[in-house]
C-alpha cells in the first residue's frame, strides 16, 4: 500500500473510483438505447475541447466539457432530423472534432501532439487537485442524473413511444442522457483517455448482463464491476508502469470473459430450478376413464 504515501496516487485513485462509478450508470442507459458507441464519438469531439484549453490557457476539462456538451446536443438533433444523411453528418462531427483538436493543440504557445496522449489514453502522474476537483462536480452530477431519473431515463430507454403515451419529456430525456453522457466522457478521459472510455461504460454493463437481466441488479453489478477494474487498473499501472487506460479496459474485457463464463452453467442451474418447481399434472387427467369396464373394454 505505499503508493497511498504518494499524492498523485490519492488524486489518480479518487479519479478512478469516480469514473469506475459514472462510466457504467450512463453505459446502461446507452446500451438499452443501443447507442452503445456513442460514447467513442463524443470522445472524438471532446479533442476539440482539450485543444482549445490549450490555445485558450483554460482548464482542458472544463473545455472539452463544454464542447462535448454541445456536440452531444448537436448529435441528438442529427439524430432527430438528419434522417438519410445523419450518419454522414455525424462521421464529420467526429472526424472534425479529431482533426480540431489536434490543429487547435499545436496552434497554442508551446502546444504538440505529445500533450494530447494523456487526454487521449490517460494518465497518472498527470491528474491534478483541479482535474480533481472537476471531476468529483461533473460526477455528481451524473449520479444525480442516473440514480434520482432512472425510472423516466429507463423507460424512455426502453421504449420511446410509449414513454410518450405515458406523458414523459422524451426528447428532453434524450438530451439529458446525451448530455450526461458527454459529461461522463469528461470525467473518465484522465483515468482511462478519450478513446477507450467508450470501452467503459459499455463492457462492464454488458458483463452484468451475461449474470441477471433485472435492471436495478445489472446497474449494482455493473457499477461494482467499473469500481472495480478502475481500481484495480489504477495500482496495476503503477507497479507495472503501463498505461492506466489500456490496462483498465483489458481488465474490464477479462471481467467480461470470466462471467460469461460462468454464466453457462447458472443458466442450466436456472433452468433445472424452474423445471422443478412446476407444478406436477394432474392425477385426474391421468386418471382411467369412466366409462372403462374392469377387464379393459370401453363401455358404450
Do not use: K
Not at 467513442?40 to 482548464?59: E, N, Y
Not at 441488479?217 to 503501463?242: E, K, L, M, P, R
Amino acid at each position: 500500500m505505499d503508493f497511498l504515501d504518494y499524492a498523485f496516487m490519492q488524486r489518480a485513485l479518487l479519479a478512478a473510483v469516480l469514473v469506475g462509478i459514472t462510466a457504467p450508470a450512463v453505459g446502461i442507459y446507452l446500451v438499452q438505447r443501443r447507442q452503445a458507441l456513442m460514447g467513442d464519438g463524443i470522445g472524438h469531439v471532446a479533442m476539440t475541447g482539450v485543444g482549445l484549453g490549450f490555445l485558450l490557457s483554460w482548464s482542458p476539462v472544463w473545455m472539452a466539457t463544454l464542447v462535448s456538451v454541445l456536440g452531444a446536443v448537436l448529435m441528438e438533433l442529427i439524430r432527430w432530423y438528419g434522417r438519410t444523411r445523419g450518419d454522414i453528418a455525424l462521421a464529420m462531427l467526429f472526424y472534425g472534432g479529431m482533426a480540431g483538436g489536434v490543429m487547435f493543440i499545436n496552434l497554442a504557445p508551446g502546444g504538440s501532439n505529445a500533450n494530447l496522449t494523456s487526454y487521449l489514453f490517460g494518465s497518472l502522474s498527470t491528474v491534478s487537485e483541479s482535474d480533481v476537483t472537476a471531476i468529483c462536480v461533473l460526477a455528481a452530477f451524473v449520479v444525480l442524473v442516473t440514480l434520482g431519473l432512472r425510472r423516466q431515463l429507463f423507460a424512455v430507454s426502453q421504449d420511446e413511444e410509449f414513454a410518450r403515451v405515458t406523458g414523459l419529456p422524451v426528447r428532453a430525456l434524450n438530451l439529458l442522457t446525451a448530455v450526461t453522457a458527454a459529461v461522463t466522457v469528461t470525467v473518465a478521459m484522465r483515468v482511462v483517455g478519450l478513446l477507450l472510455v467508450s470501452a467503459l461504460m459499455v463492457v462492464p454493463v454488458a458483463a452484468a448482463q451475461q449474470l441477471t437481466r433485472s435492471f436495478a441488479a445489472t446497474f449494482a453489478i455493473a457499477v461494482a464491476i467499473g469500481v472495480t477494474v478502475t481500481i484495480s487498473g489504477t495500482v496495476t499501472s503503477y507497479y507495472q508502469d503501463v498505461p492506466p487506460g489500456a490496462t483498465i479496459v483489458l481488465l474490464t474485457i477479462g471481467a467480461f470473459i470470466v462471467l460469461t463464463g460462468l454464466a453457462t452453467p447458472l443458466a442450466r442451474r436456472r433452468a433445472r430450478a424452474a423445471a422443478a418447481a412446476q407444478p406436477a399434472p394432474d392425477p385426474a387427467e391421468c386418471a382411467i376413464p369412466a366409462s372403462r369396464q374392469a377387464d379393459g373394454t370401453v363401455g358404450v
